[in-house]
């Protein structure tokens, strides 16, 4: 037997499996022979052919099953010593256990196979077959060494003489024997103590537990070493943490029982005091009668696993968040296209009126305060186009410096008195590319919120700096891409807030106010302006400590920003013919008014077939098409593409009150593509057809 090499036959209908079992033998085994079977037909072949000492057996399997393979390999008399272990998915199956043993099975091992186990089980089976290979071997030598002694006695005493030679050999060879198995188990120990999965043995006398061993690498995990474990015999219960020892007392009841119980996840709380996830997987073994000898646990450190797991909760809870935002978002889009239509003809009819009252004072008061209203209802719609991320925004470059110095008074009026504004502007300008308007509402949005949690007074500061975002910056994991960028901080002194409520801020209608003094929007409608400028938002506080949020903005191109000029006088128009198609009549009325009113020429029509027809017939007339991209019967952007065939020159400007979403199915929202977002201003919007003209 010393020089046998270990086989071990493999036998499963599954060649994954095989695979698997195959790299796992290596691992632990590297000298051993590994053979496969992928039926058990094949599998008795190999068996009768090779003697394996161990047999590895799936009882799932086409045409004959484990339970049959085992039954014909425990019935053929050079075959019922091997042992043979069960491998199956079968898991707690407590009737295949049953059967497993009637047939003949030495063990049983349950899939996903745990390595460590699969690797004991099978060095205790080698030892068996080799004790049965021995038994088997002593009885052929005894038996043909009685012979021999008998015929030797009868012939001569040399006989007896050489016999005697023959023993003192057979001595030599059994000590050879024993000194390889003290090799191979000191070798199983540093293969033990080197795991970072530790084991650990607890011996069973008449129902009670008298001794536990630990392996060395104990420590790895739990920070106590075996000794530590040895001297103190209740501390795998007090390392337990208290929410879990409950749990482990009741498991450990069932173990006592002789209950096979499965693998166990629970808290411990290492010697240094840091809480760690472990499994611990138990295998029992009983005496011949049924009793609890002893039982072997093997302890595994998962609590990366444990972590993983929670990111991936996060991760799905935020999936949900944004299914909720898109469905909001989805809901003030529908109603996005109507109430901004409306919106530029009250603006619009407002302005003409407004121009045409200039000795009439009070009225032109009244007229401005209703722009005012108008222009507020605007914003409404902007912002809650912002909290669902489907506003078109017009982007321009401005310093942030004067962006916080123009809303500055509005801010004092919004906070009160009691309240002090302070303001910390960097020294030299910090251009960047920004919607102005959505840029005040993300302001007045966070001061709203600083007063109500600022009720007896307090402080409120607003900053701005540049900061270079490299790997090395606290709040780097918010970006895509680093270097410079303009940070807008936002500071109170007020209540503060705990890690839960920080964690919900942004969700829509998520509010810790009472009914009817919050709708929840502020901070999700600050949230989706931010994204859609490209930046980032963070917010630390505390409870008692007040709240803080920075804003990360990109920086402008600076030639960009040094090129921005301040507003030129109303343009007037040249004469020119333009093509006006919209849908709605009272918008439609408003720009064929303005353009009348501004030197242009109009020529209406409500659809996107009517505009083609009417453009055929002013083909060399017409300068400029004015076109809403969502209209019955033709959208805008096909009747431009029909146009441009006819006329591949002809300059165009789009118009749509749609989400960005909706526009962006029709192919408008292209660098290349004029637009101009309803609510339309008519001053605006001639400044734009006069720099679609004269380009």
């Known amino acids: 037997m010393a020089n046998r090499k270990t086989k071990i036959l493999a036998i499963d209908d599954n060649q994954d499996n095989l695979i698997t079992l195959n790299a796992l033998i290596k691992e632990a085994f590297p000298e051993a022979v590994i053979l496969a079977a992928l039926n058990g037909k094949r599998g008795l072949e190999l068996a009768a052919s090779e003697d394996p000492d161990v047999i590895l057996l799936d009882i799932v399997m086409p045409d004959m099953d484990g339970f049959d393979v085992c039954k014909k390999l425990k019935a053929d008399p050079n075959l019922r010593d091997t042992p043979v272990v069960f491998v199956t998915a079968l898991k707690g199956d407590k009737q295949s256990r049953i059967l497993a043993l009637e047939v003949g099975a030495d063990a049983f091992l349950a899939k ?79 293969i033990t103590e080197g795991l970072t999965d530790y084991q650990y043995t607890v011996r069973i006398e008449k129902g009670c537990a008298v001794e536990t061993k630990h392996s060395p690498a104990c420590v790895v995990i739990t920070g106590y070493t075996a000794e530590e474990f040895a001297a103190d015999a209740f501390l795998w219960l007090r390392m337990v943490a208290p929410e879990d020892r409950e749990l482990i007392i009741e498991r450990a009841r069932h173990i006592m029982e002789g209950e096979d119980i499965p693998p166990i996840e629970h808290r411990i709380i290492r010697k240094d005091g840091e809480l760690r996830w472990v499994t611990d997987n138990i295998i029992l073994y009983k005496s011949d009668s049924g009793d609890l000898m002893y039982y072997d646990g093997v302890v595994k450190d998962i609590t990366e696993r444990k972590k993983a797991e929670v990111e991936k909760h996060k991760l799905e809870e935020q999936l949900r968040q944004s299914h909720k ?98 303001t910390k502007l960097a020294h030299d300008d910090i251009p960047v590319m920004v919607d102005r308007g959505q840029i005040d509402q993300v302001l007045l949005n966070l001061a709203t919120n600083a007063r109500d949690a600022m009720p007896d007074g307090g402080v409120l500061s607003v900053e701005t700096d540049i900061v270079d975002i490299d790997g090395s910056y606290p709040e780097a994991h918010l970006f895509e891409n680093k270097g410079p960028h303009a940070v807008l901080t936002v500071s109170d002194t007020g209540y503060g807030m705990d890690q839960n409520t920080r964690g919900n801020i942004f969700e829509p209608f998520f509010t810790t106010k009472e009914v009817g003094k919050g709708t929840g929007l502020g901070l999700a409608v600050v949230y989706g302006i931010v994204k859609q400028h490209g930046g980032n938002i963070s917010v630390y506080s505390e409870p008692g400590k007040g709240t803080t ?29 333009i093509l006006v198609a919209e849908d709605d009549n009272k918008v439609r009325k408003i720009i064929m008014m303005s353009l009348e009113g501004h030197g242009y020429k109009g020529i209406e029509s409500e659809d996107g077939d009517t505009a083609v027809k009417r453009f055929i017939e002013n083909n060399d007339s017409v300068s400029l098409l004015l076109l809403d991209v969502i209209m019955p019967s033709k959208n805008g952007r096909d009747a431009y593409e029909e146009i441009k065939r006819i006329r591949p020159d002809i300059k165009a400007i789009f118009m749509s009150g749609y989400t960005d979403d909706i526009i962006a199915k029709k192919g408008v929202l292209q660098d290349s593509v004029d637009f101009i977002a309803k609510p339309i201003d008519p001053d605006a919007l001639l400044r734009k057809i006069r720099t679609v003209l004269d380009r």
């Open 112 to 190: 996903p196979i745990d390595e460590s186990e699969l690797t004991a089980q099978i060095r205790a089976m080698v030892k068996i077959k080799t004790a049965h290979i021995e038994r088997r071997d002593e009885k052929e030598r005894l038996a043909a060494l009685v012979e021999e002694k008998t015929s030797e006695l009868k012939r001569s005493y040399i006989a007896t003489i050489n016999l005697m030679e023959d023993l003192k050999r057979e001595n030599e060879a059994r000590q050879k024997s024993d000194e390889a198995l003290q090799a191979s188990e000191a070798r199983y120990r540093r």
């Open 325 to 422: 935002m898109e469905a909001i978002g989805t809901l003030a889009g529908g109603v996005a296209h109507d109430f901004n239509n409306i919106l530029t003809a009250i603006i619009g009819f407002g302005t003409m009126a407004k121009r045409r009252l200039k000795g009439e004072e009070s009225i032109g008061e009244y007229i401005g305060e209703m722009l005012a209203a108008a222009n507020r209802a605007a914003e409404l719609t902007h912002a809650l186009l912002a909290f669902s991320r489907k506003q078109t925004i017009a982007l321009k470059p401005e310093n942030l410096n004067d962006i916080v110095y123009n809303v500055e008074k509005m801010l004092r009026r919004v906070i009160g008195e009691e309240i002090e504004f302070k």
């Open 549 to 577: 949020f920075r804003i990360y903005l990109p920086l402008a191109n600076a030639s960009v920003y040094d090129s921005l000029r301040t507003a030129l006088p109303l343009p007037l128009g040249k004469g020119e013919t």
